[in-house]
């Protein structure tokens, strides 16, 4: 169990790729495989994927991030803080590519606004590549953007109390394969079509 820690954060801000993700950096990275990874009181986002275009060095580098060939699997995180689900956002002249997340379970505390789920979600860009500074999600479950092939199956998404945004919202998403995705409040569980 990890305690008060989001899983991951893949972020190439500083004009790096990722290519065939697992869990770990650098050449001496340990990879986790076939395993089951449970995360409890996660503050911020339980998973979080992006790239954006700081470029702060070398100074020759002047293109964005990429990211591809990503998989995340055989995930419980539990209470979960609810500024932010999982995050998939790539940029739109990069997207990120072939984003894979099957097994997962994410319990969240609720509580979010129809207002928070209207708003425009900042592009990264030049940002900081933080969510808490761009403040809520519009979706309280999963928000994807700039995507060019996504696999979602067997993910669910639990509330402690109502969220009044949506589970899913996919903007400018291409090639996405969904199955057995579910949202659930108490004893209702029902499947969930992107907004």
Same mark, same amino acid.
């Given at each position: 169990?990890?305690?008060?820690?989001?899983?991951?954060?893949?972020?190439?801000?500083?004009?790096?790729?990722?290519?065939? *993700?697992? %869990?770990? &950096? $650098?050449?001496?990275?340990?990879? =986790? /495989?076939?395993?089951?990874?449970?995360?409890? !009181?996660?503050?911020?986002?339980?998973i979080y994927?992006?790239?954006?275009?700081?470029?702060?060095?070398p100074k020759?580098?002047?293109?964005?991030?990429?990211?591809?060939?990503?998989?995340?699997?055989?995930?419980?995180?539990?209470?979960?803080?609810?500024?932010? *689900?999982? %995050?998939? &956002? $790539?940029?739109?002249?990069?997207? =990120? /590519?072939?984003?894979?997340?099957?097994?997962? !379970?994410?319990?969240?505390?609720?509580?979010?606004?129809?207002?928070?789920?209207?708003?425009?979600?900042?592009?990264?860009?030049?940002?900081?590549?933080?969510?808490?500074w761009a403040?809520?999600?519009?979706?309280?479950?999963?928000?994807?953007?700039?995507?060019? *092939?996504?696999?979602?199956?067997?993910?669910?998404?639990?509330?402690? /109390?109502?969220?009044?945004?949506?589970?899913?919202?996919?903007?400018?998403?291409?090639?996405?394969?969904?199955?057995?995705?579910?949202?659930?409040?108490?004893?209702?569980?029902?499947?969930?079509?992107?907004?």
């Amino acid at each position: 169990m990890i305690d008060g820690v989001g899983l991951t954060k893949k972020d190439t801000e500083k004009g790096g790729n990722v290519q065939g *993700g697992s %869990i770990g &950096t $650098g050449d001496k990275a340990i990879a =986790l /495989k076939q395993c089951k990874i449970a995360l409890n !009181h996660v503050h911020h986002y339980p998973i979080y994927i992006t790239t954006g275009c700081r470029n702060r060095g070398p100074k020759d580098v002047k293109e964005p991030s990429r990211g591809q060939n990503i998989m995340i699997s055989n995930i419980q995180a539990l209470d979960c803080d609810s500024l932010a *689900g999982i %995050i998939i &956002t $790539g940029m739109e002249q990069a997207p =990120l /590519k072939n984003i894979a997340l099957q097994n997962i !379970h994410i319990e969240y505390r609720g509580g979010g606004t129809k207002e928070q789920g209207k708003k425009e979600y900042r592009e990264q860009g030049t940002n900081y590549p933080e969510p808490r500074w761009a403040g809520p999600t519009p979706a309280y479950g999963l928000y994807a953007r700039h995507v060019e *092939g996504l696999q979602l199956r067997n993910i669910t998404f639990s509330l402690k /109390k109502k969220d009044d945004r949506p589970a899913v919202i996919m903007k400018n998403v291409k090639n996405v394969a969904m199955s057995e995705i579910k949202e659930s409040l108490g004893t209702i569980t029902r499947d969930i079509t992107p907004q």
